[in-house]
């Protein structure tokens, strides 16, 4: 999407905002022994009670209002009445939506209660290089560029990145141009980042596995070498300078 008026603009940022509250708190809300539908019908009132319909909904028929995934899990996760959240778990919830014919997207991953199983290293390296890639991010910078960094920064940490998911151009539908902003370099996309366009950037931040593949319910992915994968996801406006994050309210840096 490329913001062309005023109200483009307060239309992107009132369902950002409505995504992005969503986010934060569905994360406040998860508690141990809580199903992913629990959480996932906590976070579909809220989208309701602001005006915003679910994306994957809407968009796919997902049988869920937002994606939750849990442990080994990489993303699409059902939120099914049979998934219980555990102390120390590695949750991962993605909120998109629409409301007034604009769409928005963000996503975090997080430890449930004490981090028993040292989750919380991965949960903030993929933090710490969405916020790099993030602001690295403007005008006329290569799309390739910023998955050559996202790749870069996950083997200093000692991590490596799913290689098939990405993040995508957003605002007038889920999935725009440019639909794949890749954690990896990919040399033949000459796209570059243009000014006041809308786009999602999201980290896919692996201990083992570097492609993600469909399981057996036909929605949820997991990884091609198991192992455990962070998510963190921002919609963002492209600026000359320093961009504009639109879901800064989901609070994932903090």
């Given at each position: 999407?490329?913001?062309?008026?005023?109200?483009?603009?307060?239309?992107?940022?009132?369902?950002?905002?409505a995504v992005a509250t969503t986010l934060k708190e569905m994360r406040n809300f998860a508690k141990p022994g809580m199903t992913a539908k629990e959480l996932d019908d906590f976070g579909g009132e809220i989208l309701n009670s602001l005006g915003a319909k679910s994306a994957p909904k809407l968009t796919y028929g997902f049988p869920?209002?937002?994606?939750?995934?849990?442990?080994?899990?990489?993303?699409?996760?059902?939120?099914?009445?049979?998934?219980?959240?555990k102390e120390g778990d590695l949750i991962n919830v993605d909120v998109s939506a629409e409301l007034n014919g604009f769409w928005s997207d963000n996503g975090g991953s997080f430890v449930l209660g004490e981090d028993s199983n040292n989750h919380?290293?991965?949960?903030?390296?993929?933090?710490?290089?969405?916020?790099?890639?993030?602001?690295r991010i403007k005008s006329g910078v290569k799309v390739s560029d910023i998955g050559r960094l996202i790749e870069v920064e996950a083997r200093k940490a000692g991590y490596r990145v799913i290689k098939n998911l990405a993040g995508h151009g957003v605002?007038?539908?889920?999935h725009e141009d440019p639909h794949e902003i890749l954690n990896w370099c990919d040399n033949d996309n000459k796209q570059r980042?243009?000014?006041?366009?809308?786009?999602?950037?999201?980290?896919?931040?692996?201990?083992?596995?570097?492609?993600a593949e469909k399981g057996k319910d036909g929605w949820t992915l997991l990884g091609n070498k198991g192992g455990y994968v962070a998510q963190?996801?921002?919609?963002?406006?492209?600026?000359?300078?320093?961009?504009?994050?639109l879901t800064a309210v989901n609070g994932i840096w903090d």
């Open positions: 999407m490329l913001i062309s008026s005023a109200a483009e603009l307060e239309g992107i940022q009132k369902i950002s905002e869920g209002w937002t994606c939750i995934c849990v442990n080994h899990e990489v993303a699409h996760g059902i939120p099914s009445a049979g998934k219980i959240l919380q290293k991965l949960v903030n390296a993929s933090k710490n290089i969405l916020h790099k890639a993030i602001y605002g007038r539908s889920l980042f243009r000014k006041n366009t809308v786009v999602a950037i999201e980290t896919f931040i692996s201990t083992a596995s570097t492609i963190h996801e921002h919609s963002i406006i492209v600026t000359d300078g320093k961009p504009v994050i």
